[in-house]
């Protein structure tokens, strides 16, 4: 096992709804990154959080929202879900060390249904 | 386009086989390469890292071609725990650790 953990594991949301997902990194880690990834697709890259800041986007909208606690620990907060919104929600947790990344490692993910 | 390519397959080869998995990616910054493996419905993990000259780990080796931006994974003597998608991936300069990933290459070993 990483050490990255997710929850919950499944969720079932409602179009027009709001959801907060969780990510516990591993320790000694303090950079968060989270994913979409949907059927048949690799995953997307959301954001990522380093030492509490948004440290880079990718092309979500801002009604994707997170944050980073002093633990390291992070929240990926979804408005307005849409049908298209479901997806597996992967976070990867690794050191960013001046300008050296360690390997990430990724949490087993949440499984997101928009109905 | 988007910004690495893979052949999605799915590659069906018998135990003992040799298959080969090809990637592309578009962006001539980017500066670190990898291999996932993802099994069903689990967590992507990391099977190898890329490198100019190539490495080699047991069964695999990967190769990367900067000129060609084209990154390469052989599985020799495929087994069947080798059963599940391949993804590239690729990390920009300057982006921290934001990770590219291929759309994945479903490989089955059959016995």
């Known amino acids: 096992e990483t050490g990255v953990t997710q929850s919950p594991t499944h969720l079932i949301k409602t179009r027009g709804q709001q959801v907060t997902l969780r990510c516990s990194s591993q320790s000694g880690h303090n950079t968060v990154s989270w994913y979409q990834q949907a059927l048949g697709q690799g995953p997307q890259f959301i954001f990522q959080y380093y030492r509490e800041e948004e440290n880079g986007r990718g092309n979500f909208p801002p009604r994707f929202s997170g944050l980073q606690f002093p633990n390291y620990s992070s929240e990926l907060n979804v408005n307005a879900l849409e049908l298209d919104d479901s997806a597996l929600y992967l976070c990867?947790?690794?050191?960013?060390?001046?300008?050296?990344?360690?390997?990430?490692?990724f949490g087993q993910g949440t499984r997101l249904t928009v109905v | 386009r988007k910004e690495v390519e893979q052949d999605p397959g799915p590659f069906n080869v018998p135990e003992g086989a040799t298959v080969a998995f090809n990637c592309t990616y578009s962006?001539?910054?980017?500066?670190?390469f990898f291999w996932y493996r993802q099994d069903c419905r689990k967590e992507p993990k990391l099977l190898m890292s890329?490198?100019?000259s190539g490495n080699e780990d047991g069964r695999f080796t990967a190769q990367l071609n900067r000129a060609s931006q084209y990154i390469s994974l052989l599985i020799r003597d495929s087994k069947l725990s080798d059963s599940a998608t391949y993804l590239c991936?690729?990390?920009?300069?300057?982006?921290?650790?934001?990770?590219?990933f291929g759309k994945g290459t479903s490989l089955l070993v059959t016995p």
């Open positions: 991936v690729v990390n920009m300069r300057n982006s921290g650790y934001a990770l590219n």
């Open positions: 990867a947790s690794n050191t960013l060390e001046g300008k050296m990344n360690t390997e990430a490692f």
């Open positions: 890329v490198y100019s």
């Open positions: 962006n001539s910054a980017s500066q670190s």
